[in-house]
């Protein structure tokens, strides 16, 4: 049985250790912040400006002015600082993000990773993914394993506009977890499987090529 969006985010949040520093990009990503477990203390940072982001707030309770990236409401904590724009991409174009946790429409057995744009369509600007993917140590991956015609998402190459090369090193999907051993040609490892799901239909389900 696949893993729905909740359970990914869950064991997304498995790859986050005490004292990292970490940016969530827009989408399911945001969701890895409710399954932090407990003892483990980490800092998100904001593309827009924030280090130190709370939850989400309660119904009610919400300050229209306190937004993440992606525009949904959040809450601060006591140690939260504010600064500018340009302040927050100096963090992550300095490498002082551990980890950033992204959605993708596709991602490549080399690594690649496109999850900005679809040729022919509106949209409202690659956000800070381009920075992310080369500034963070670590990039793990959320998506679905298929997209909405049963095609691939983790592909022999991508076919979409790339938002950085060769840099991805875990992807989640609904069905299954891979990882490399480092970034320099390593191939990706298929290392854990969702509950009922065989690693034949991974198999099936997916054109890259990886290792057992």
């Known amino acids: 049985m696949a893993w729905t969006r909740d359970q990914m985010a869950a064991r997304a949040a498995q790859e986050l250790h005490d004292g990292f520093y970490v940016n969530l990009g827009i989408g399911m990503p945001t969701l890895v912040a409710n399954h932090v477990a407990e003892g483990i203390d980490i800092t998100l940072q904001s593309e827009n400006g924030m280090l130190g982001m709370g939850p989400f707030p309660y119904a009610g309770e919400?300050?229209?002015?306190?937004?993440?990236?992606g525009k949904q409401t959040i809450t601060e904590l006591r140690r939260t600082s504010y600064f500018s724009s340009a302040d927050s991409f100096a963090m992550i174009r300095g490498g002082h993000m551990d980890l950033s946790i992204l959605g993708a429409m596709e991602v490549a057995q080399n690594g690649d990773i496109a999850n900005w744009m679809v040729?022919?369509?509106?949209?409202?600007?690659?956000?800070?993914?381009?920075?992310?993917?080369?500034?963070?140590?670590?990039?793990?991956?959320?998506?679905?394993?298929?997209?909405?015609?049963?095609?691939?998402?983790?592909?022999?190459?991508?076919?979409?506009?790339l938002t950085g090369?060769?840099?991805?090193?875990?992807?989640?999907?609904?069905?299954?977890?891979?990882?490399?051993?480092?970034?320099?040609?390593?191939?990706?490892?298929?290392?854990?499987?969702?509950?009922?799901?065989?690693?034949?239909?991974?198999?099936?389900?997916?054109?890259?090529?990886y290792e057992a």
């Open 165 to 209: 090369a060769g840099v991805v090193d875990v992807i989640i999907t609904d069905l299954a977890v891979f990882e490399r051993a480092d970034r320099k040609g390593a191939p990706f490892r298929l290392i854990e499987t969702a509950p009922g799901v065989s690693a034949d239909e991974v198999r099936a389900k997916t054109e890259a090529a």
């Open 62 to 69: 919400e300050d229209p002015d306190l937004i993440n990236a």
């Open 119 to 161: 040729p022919g369509k509106l949209v409202k600007g690659m956000g800070g993914a381009m920075d992310l993917v080369a500034g963070a140590r670590r990039i793990v991956v959320l998506m679905e394993h298929v997209d909405k015609a049963g095609g691939a998402k983790f592909k022999a190459a991508c076919s979409l506009p």
